[in-house]
Each structure stands twice: as structure tokens, then as C-alpha cells.
DNA sequence: ATCTTTTTATGCGAGATCGAATAAAAATGG
DNA sequence: CCATTTTTATTCGATCTCGCATAAAAAGAT
């Protein structure tokens, strides 16, 4: 019979390595980041990472790819419908705001947005991962809004493409002024002006 | 007496050569496009580039700023305030779009958001530029919107700062989505139901 | 016409980058 | 205990990157 796993068995943790490798291209991009920056970060040699990743676009992929699923979970579970959508969707823009806040020096913003943009012109992987990502967020915008609908919380003419279509950009516009090095209390007060137009303007 | 200007004089025009460099920079980002690549778009040397301009990071920011500057004065002008802030509006919208989307293969968005943004983490000049950046559009916008305000197109109590900093995200999630290559008419949508947020649905 | 000044042109060199190739190590299978 | 397989470690080489240093060219000043 042939076998179960041959060989010598491999040192690293490939999440472990993952995590690693998404705090570089987070915050220098991509272009800025050295195979031996990933390599010193991961503890990995350049061979091993090869093998593991394939060259450094397709790290690049698998990292942007684990950052968007976590995101997406993220804010899936904060929309559950539980709760009124101005509340829910409140938390997914603070706390949005203070993932792209969260570094110790100057904000990183949305790894999607604030490194993938720029390979996307020309790396059209990189280009169909952020486009399929952006449109992951907006369906979960979207189906809860179509939910607050259902639910009377909002108007039922309400355009739910377009409320999403906007909820989406105030997200992207956080990211990018984060990134930019805005204060958090104007980010906050991004967010409250959008949630007054999305939702109307509460009493 | 000492002098009117000895010396070779200067063969490259300096503002050719900002448009060129911006034209890499541009596509390419800042990281990706080396001192060889500008040298070979403006037709200038390299120790001429570096006199001209200094180094790669301020030739990067001379682009930025002509860049910001040029849009600024373009936005502000179709915000003259003679038609109604709807109208100007949708067409500030348009215009960006047209431009974010110009380029014959993959379309590039905004030069400030797509190729600054990732720079302004590791580079504090970078970051500044873009922040005052994002900033002049922003003043822009709400200057035109207390007009609204004052004429009556807008409801007096409108938060005029509020609308503004959702105008500006409006934007910026049209810069990132160009460059995520998504499709003109996703783009209209999303300003059209801007529009009709910040502007009142119209009948 | 010669000198001075400023720009352009060419090339050099230290350092980094990335992929691949080769050798050593660690596990299983017979 | 030896062979096979897979990973890790080290190294090399071709290319690119960027700043600088030196030489040539083009203009004004005297």
C-alpha cells in the first residue's frame, strides 16, 4: 500500500505563517514587501515558502483571500437581524473603524482596500479578488437591509441595491481616511451621518 | 552685475514630465515604478530627474499635489453654485467616474486613493498630502452644500459637514470600485442613489 | 574668443531582489 | 538497517535599483 504521510513533516504553521505574512503586505502593500521580509517575519525560508505559497503574488492572494473570509464572517455575524439594522449596522462601522485603527503607530486602514487597489491595475488576480470582495460585502449589506425592509424599519419603496451600493462606500471611505491618518471622531462622525441617511435621521 | 540665467539651458518642460511621471505612477503606484521607467517616460535622465525634481518620494509628491490641485480647481468649477446642487452634484459624480475609468485597458480610479493610500502608512509626506487632499475635496463640497442650505434646496436643519463627509465617501468608494474593475453602470447606480440620499429623493 | 556656469550624457558600483539549483535533515516503508 | 520521500538549509547568479561621479555640451559673461 502506498502510504499516510511520507517524509519529513513540515515545521511551520501555515495559519501562523499567514498571519504573518498579512501584517507586511497590510501595512507596506504589497510592492513594499520583500520575499526576505516574509520570509524573516515567518520564520520560513524562501524554499519553504515556495512551497507552502508559490511565488509571492499567489501569498499575496491566500492572504488577501484569509483576510476577506474572516472580514466577511465578522460582519455577517454582527448583521444577524437580532437587533434593529441602525444598531447593527452602527457596530459593523465601529467596529470596522476600529480594526483600521487598531495598529499601535499609523493607521492600516482595510487590507483590501488600501493595498489590493493598487495591484489591481495590473495584477488581474489581485483585481478579481478585490472585486469579488467588495461584492461579498454588499450582499451581506444588502440582504440585511432587504430584511429591515421586510420588517417595516424602513420604508418599503426603499432601494436596498442602492442603501447597500452607499452602506458599501462609507466603508470604503473609512478605510481610506483611516489609512489617510483622520482622526477617529471624524470617522465617527462619518459614520453617524451615513446611518442618518440610510436609516433616517433618528428623533 | 551678475547674472539672467548662464548655463545650459533646461530641454524637457516640467510640466510634460510631471504628466508623464503621473501617467506611471498612476497606473503602476509609487512602489512598483522605478527611477528607469520615469527616466524613460519624461525622456530625462536620471541625474536630470534628480535635479529637477529630487529624489523618487518628492518627484512622487510634486505628481500627487499637480494632481490634487488640478481636481480640486475642476471640482470647484463645476460647483460654481449656478444650477442646482442636484445637478452640479451628479455631474461632479459623472465627471469623476469619466475619469477614474479613462484609461483604454484597466481602469486606474483615483490617483490620490488608489496609489497614495498605500504609501501613506511608511511615508508621512505621503500620508499629509493625501489627508490634506482628502480635505480640500471635503471643504469643496460642504461649501457648496451650506449654499444649498442657505437657498432652500436643502432642508435648514441639514447637516451640512454630515453630507459633505458622505459626498466625499461617495467618492472614494467610486475611486476603489473603478479600480476594482467594476462596471460603469454599478458606478452610476451608487451615484445616483447618493443623490437621492443627500439630495431628497426627487419625484 | 575664452572662461564660467548649468545642464545633459554616460557609466560605475554597492546593495537588494527573486527564482532556481544543490545539499543536508527528518520522517516513513520495506 | 537501508531506501524513498518530503521538507529545510545554503548558495549562486541574473537582474534590477538607486545614488553618485565623471565627462561632454550649451549657453551667458567678460
Same mark, same amino acid.
Given at each position: 500500500m502506498a502510504n499516510a504521510k511520507r517524509g519529513r513533516p513540515v515545521q511551520y504553521d501555515r495559519e501562523q505563517a499567514l498571519q504573518r505574512a498579512s501584517d507586511l503586505f497590510w501595512s507596506a502593500g504589497f510592492a513594499a514587501t520583500s520575499l526576505d521580509d516574509l520570509s524573516a517575519a515567518t520564520q520560513m525560508t524562501r524554499p519553504s515558502l515556495a512551497g507552502a505559497f508559490g511565488d509571492k503574488e499567489a501569498l499575496y492572494i491566500a492572504a488577501l483571500t484569509r483576510y476577506r473570509d474572516a472580514s466577511v464572517d465578522a460582519m455577517r455575524e454582527i448583521l +444577524?437581524?437580532?437587533?434593529l439594522l441602525r444598531t447593527e449596522l452602527a457596530d459593523v462601522l465601529r467596529k470596522a473603524t476600529d480594526v483600521y485603527m487598531a +495598529?499601535?503607530?499609523?493607521a492600516r486602514g482595510c487590507m483590501l482596500i488600501g493595498t489590493a487597489s493598487v495591484e489591481a491595475v495590473h495584477r488581474p488576480a489581485v483585481r478579481r479578488v478585490l472585486q469579488e470582495s467588495l461584492g461579498a460585502f454588499n450582499a451581506v449589506l444588502e440582504e440585511r437591509i432587504r430584511k429591515a425592509i421586510a420588517d417595516g424599519e424602513?420604508?418599503?419603496?426603499?432601494d436596498a441595491t442602492g442603501l447597500a451600493s452607499v452602506a458599501s462606500a462609507i466603508m470604503h471611505s473609512l478605510a481610506v481616511r483611516a489609512r489617510a491618518g483622520e482622526p477617529r471622531d471624524a470617522l465617527d462622525k462619518l459614520s453617524d451621518a451615513a446611518l442618518d441617511l440610510i436609516c433616517g435621521k433618528r428623533p
Open positions: +444577524s437581524g437580532k437587533r +495598529s499601535a503607530d499609523a424602513l420604508d418599503p419603496e426603499a
